[in-house]
């Protein structure tokens, strides 16, 4: 299965300023999916990256807040912008590995102030 | 809309055998999976189902039945390390995006 590196683990960042997230697989990979976590919660989707061509996202998710980009087949970065509280959260990476399994990054911890 | 739901919480004994739901409530769906995530942790795939019926992984099995849109994962000798949370999700036709669950914490007791 693929190995995925993502950066940074956890950061604390002031209201107003941006994050970005990187995610490095260690494989070609068509699709990456970009997850949210809240403390406690189930993870939810915000978008698909797909190599060349812009992402695809999910519903109560825009591009202007979660720019993504996908410039080749084992990398991938979104980027958390003008953030506020609200967006404090775990960030997760995934890619399909195979038919079945899903892999996923360790995760980025955010705590917005 | 698309909805996988399971219990919120379950609690068991070492060593005995525990079942976690999942109903759902989606379209294009393909498959079924379930992954286990640690406190801290990311989740981690444990098992997939495409067909109806139980697949059995070692100490985990899973069940799927697509006319009732309802499958389970079956936890057996529980360990304390199972204590946990439990996703099941959803495999979405054509975008291969997966849909989780709202997640069940299973707590072991000694």
């Known amino acids: 299965s693929a190995v995925i590196s993502q950066k940074p683990s956890r950061d604390i960042c002031q209201r107003g300023t941006s994050l970005t997230i990187q995610c490095q697989v260690d494989?070609?990979?068509?699709?990456m999916f970009w997850y949210r976590q809240q403390p406690g919660q189930s993870l939810t989707l915000i978008a698909t990256?797909?190599?060349?061509?812009?992402?695809?996202?999910e519903s109560g998710f825009v591009i202007d807040k979660f720019p993504i980009s996908r410039p080749n087949l084992t990398f991938s970065t979104l980027t958390v912008s003008n953030m506020s509280p609200e967006d404090s959260s775990i960030y997760l990476c995934?890619?399909?590995?195979?038919?079945?399994?899903?892999?996923f990054g360790s995760g980025t911890r955010l705590t917005v102030v | 809309g698309q909805s996988l739901e399971q219990p919120s919480e379950v609690t068991a004994v070492e060593g005995a055998i525990v079942q976690i739901n999942c109903t759902y409530q989606?379209?294009?769906?393909?498959?079924l999976s379930w992954y286990q995530q640690h406190d801290g942790g990311a989740p981690t795939f444990l098992s997939y189902?495409?067909?109806?019926g139980l697949e059995e992984t070692g100490r985990f099995s899973s069940f799927l039945s697509r006319s009732d849109s309802y499958g389970y994962l079956l936890l057996q000798e529980l360990q304390m390390k199972d204590s946990a949370s439990y996703f099941c999700?959803?495999?979405?036709?054509?975008?291969?995006?997966?849909?989780f669950g709202s997640g069940t914490r299973l707590l072991v007791r000694p």
């Open positions: 999700a959803g495999g979405m036709d054509s975008s291969y995006k997966l849909i």
């Open positions: 990256a797909n190599q060349g061509s812009e992402a695809t996202y």
């Open positions: 189902n495409a067909l109806d």
């Open positions: 995934s890619v399909r590995t195979g038919d079945e399994g899903y892999t």
């Open positions: 494989s070609q990979v068509t699709m």
């Open positions: 989606t379209s294009g769906f393909y498959g």
